[in-house]
């Protein structure tokens, strides 16, 4: 999931140097979404492996 971040990342500074500002907008939007479920998703991971008793990592 951080891949599709960083390709994101990747296409919104391609996108905003060329001077294409909606694409680089919309691009940097979705690395966002998709970082901040990528978060989400770690904090359950890390929670329901310590309600298991295993250790976080």
Known sequence: MIAW???FFIIAIVAGV???TGIAGAA???AKIIFVIFLVLLAIS???SALRGRPPL
């Open 5 to 7: 971040v960083v390709i």
């Open 18 to 20: 060329l001077g294409f």
């Open 28 to 30: 940097a939007e979705i």
């Open 46 to 48: 890390l929670v329901a």
